[in-house]
């Protein structure tokens, strides 16, 4: 099983690579550049920087269960994380669907949120 949380983690961590480095590039640098609201730009930028906390956060998590795969919240953040990215990327998908634009955010967070659902029914953690 351990396997399965390394895939995880290096999914993630693939995830929280591009977020950090492409959607600054790509996608932050260029909406700070609008002419926007200075408001909308303050809570616009925090969130995009939460969102790389939560995508290392949880790559941390994913590590830590490669080492001690039993650990007791094992089964318990399998299902929430996995729960979180599916739910994520389907977030996207619809969006893709509501604004005509192929938005690929999707194509990072499901597969991360499938490992670790599966990971987390493998789980023989004591919140089983």
Not at 20 to 46: C, R, S, W
Request: some cysteine.
């Amino acid at each position: 099983m351990r396997w399965l949380w390394l895939t995880a983690a290096l999914f993630n961590l693939g995830t929280a690579l591009i977020h950090t480095i492409m959607g600054q590039l790509e996608f932050v640098n260029p909406m700070l550049a609008m002419e926007y609201d200075a408001l909308l730009k303050g809570i616009f930028h925090a969130c995009w920087h939460m969102i790389t906390v939560f995508l290392f956060s949880t790559t941390i998590l994913y590590s830590v269960l490669i080492f001690d795969p039993k650990k007791s919240f094992a089964r318990f953040f399998g299902l929430f994380s996995g729960s979180l990215y599916t739910a994520f990327a389907i977030i996207f998908g619809v969006m893709s669907l509501f604004y005509g634009e192929f938005l690929a955010q999707w194509t990072i967070l499901l597969p991360t949120g499938i490992v670790s659902l599966i990971a987390a029914r493998k789980s023989k953690s004591s919140a089983a």
